[in-house]
C-alpha cells in the first residue's frame, strides 16, 4: 500500500491534526489495516477502495481499533484525491453510512474540502454518566456551562459533550486515561468533545481520545459534526449557522475547524477544513 501522510484543519504542518491516507487499500482487510495505522502511529488512517461509479469505499482505522467515521482523515482523504483527480464531489460509503465531501482551491491554491455528514442525533447524558466522566476529568458541577448542557451527540460516531464554564477550566485538562478508556470502551463513545463557548458562534475545543490510543486529538472534524446537530437539535443557535472550532491550541497544534448548520432538522452537518502534505 502507498501511504500518504496529511495534517487536516491546518495550512500549516506544524498545525492541524496528522492522518493517514491510503488511496487504494484493494486486498488488504481489517487485519492488514490495523497493523498499518498503528506502525504509522496517527490517530486515524482512511483506506479507500474505489468503486466502479467512482465513489471510495472508506474504513477508518486508529492504532488500536477500527472506528465507523472521522472527519480529519475524511478531509485529508479528499484533499489526496483531489490532487491526483481534480476538485470536485466525491462519495465516501463509510461504516457509518455515506458522507459526501466536496473540494476546491481557495484564493491562495491551498485544496480545502467540506463534508456533509451523515443525519446527526443527541440523546441525554446519564446522570451516573456524567457524574463518572467529572470524576474522571477532575471536575466540579461548578466548572460546566449551563447553557450548554451535557449531552451524548452524533454525526457518524457518539461523543459526549461536555462545556466548560472558562477558558482556563479547558486549558487544565489531566484526566485518568486508564478508566475514561474503561467507560468510553462501555458506552461506545469516540472521543469526549469537551467545549467553551467564547461568542454564539465562536467556540473552542479539546478531544480525548484513549479509545485511539491518544491522549488528546488536536482536531476533531467528526465531533465538531456532532456538536452543530447538538446545538441545532437543542435549539442553542440560530440556524442556518456557520460556526468556527479552534482545537489543538493546547496541544501546540492549532487547528481551525469550519461548521456549517443547516436549518433543515436531520440533515447533515457541515465541516469544512484545509488539509497540507507532510
Avoid: K
Avoid at 103 to 125: E, I
Avoid at 199 to 210: C, E, G, M
Amino acid at each position: 500500500m502507498e501511504i500518504l501522510r496529511y495534517v487536516a484543519f491546518s495550512t500549516d504542518p506544524e498545525g492541524g491534526n496528522p492522518a493517514g491516507v491510503v488511496l487504494d487499500a484493494s486486498g488488504a482487510d481489517a487485519a492488514a489495516m490495523l497493523a498499518t495505522a498503528a506502525e504509522l502511529g496517527y490517530s486515524e488512517t482512511a483506506f479507500a477502495v474505489e468503486s466502479d461509479d467512482g465513489s471510495l469505499d472508506v474504513r477508518y482505522f486508529s492504532p488500536l481499533a477500527e472506528v465507523p467515521f472521522c472527519g480529519h482523515a475524511t478531509i485529508a482523504t479528499a484533499v489526496a484525491h483531489a490532487e491526483r483527480h481534480g476538485t470536485g464531489r466525491l462519495l465516501l460509503r463509510t461504516a457509518a453510512g455515506p458522507v459526501t465531501v466536496t473540494t476546491d482551491r481557495s484564493a491562495d491554491g491551498t485544496l480545502v474540502a467540506t463534508l456533509v455528514s451523515v443525519a446527526p442525533r443527541t440523546v441525554p447524558l446519564e446522570e451516573a454518566d456524567l457524574t463518572a466522566l467529572l470524576t474522571i476529568l477532575g471536575w466540579s458541577a461548578e466548572d460546566l456551562d449551563p447553557a450548554l448542557p451535557p449531552r451524548v451527540a452524533f454525526a457518524g460516531a457518539w461523543h459526549p459533550i461536555i462545556a466548560a464554564a472558562s477558558r482556563e477550566r479547558l486549558a487544565d485538562l489531566d484526566y485518568d486515561m486508564a478508566a475514561l478508556t474503561t467507560l468510553m470502551a462501555r458506552r461506545d463513545w469516540t472521543t469526549i468533545d469537551l467545549v467553551r463557548r467564547e461568542s454564539p458562534t465562536v467556540y473552542h475545543a479539546r478531544n480525548p481520545f484513549p479509545p485511539g490510543g491518544v491522549v488528546e486529538d488536536p482536531a476533531t472534524g467528526a465531533a465538531a459534526a456532532a456538536f452543530g446537530g447538538y446545538l441545532r437539535e437543542l435549539g442553542l443557535v440560530p440556524t442556518p449557522a456557520t460556526l468556527t472550532v479552534h482545537q489543538g491550541a493546547d496541544l501546540g497544534r492549532p487547528s481551525t475547524i469550519t461548521v456549517t448548520v443547516p436549518a433543515e432538522p436531520d440533515t447533515g452537518i457541515g465541516v469544512t477544513g484545509a488539509a497540507v502534505r507532510l
